[in-house]
């Protein structure tokens, strides 16, 4: 068996796994996946924040691009700060079917959207 | 707000989504997805298959590729036949980290490869 460094995931395993800063703090934990389907690809990790925005736990979809797997840690690293996430664009329900808030979301976060 | 026709599924809930055939029978459904964490691409569906096969509920991994979310029927269309599966190259334990099995295994259904 030629095994890889690769890693791949079940959907039903993503819950729980964690995301450090680049100092290796650790700042969070994905809750669930957002995925297009029709791409097959990604779009945001809900996550929820411990301590990090020091207002108990809260969930943020953050986008996907702005993460990083790190197999050596076992976990996503980010350059997120508590003011980004703090700032960013509020989310109502259907956010996930909201281009405009989308859009307006990863210009925020300062990365590509997911769907160009 | 602009709603627009893509769909994001959230992983704890692509159990179950249903797949067609061309002619929209009903073949199976998805157990799970397995995804990349590095690019953060779908790289198979998990696929459960129940009367397709006639041999009971058996898991397969179908390459995402194989399968076209259809937003209209509420699920994924794919081509694939019966022959295809029963014929796909057997998996074994850590199949998902063989690269050799998932070359085969590409082939096989003559789709792209997720990784390249």
């Known amino acids: 068996m030629t095994t890889t460094a690769h890693a791949l995931v079940s959907s039903d395993d993503v819950n729980g796994t964690d995301v450090y800063g680049r100092d290796g703090t650790h700042i969070g934990a994905i809750d669930h996946l957002m995925i297009d389907k029709q791409s097959g690809k990604v779009a945001y990790a ?7 925005l020091g207002i108990g736990e809260e969930h943020h979809p953050i986008p996907w691009n702005k993460l990083t797997y790190e197999p050596a840690q076992g976990g996503f690293v980010t350059d997120l700060t508590e003011a980004q996430v703090q700032g960013a664009p509020a989310r109502q329900d259907g956010w996930y079917a909201d281009r405009d808030w989308e859009r307006r979301t990863h210009e925020h976060y300062g990365v590509p959207m997911y769907w160009i």
């Open 46 to 52: 809900v996550m929820g924040f411990g301590g990090f």
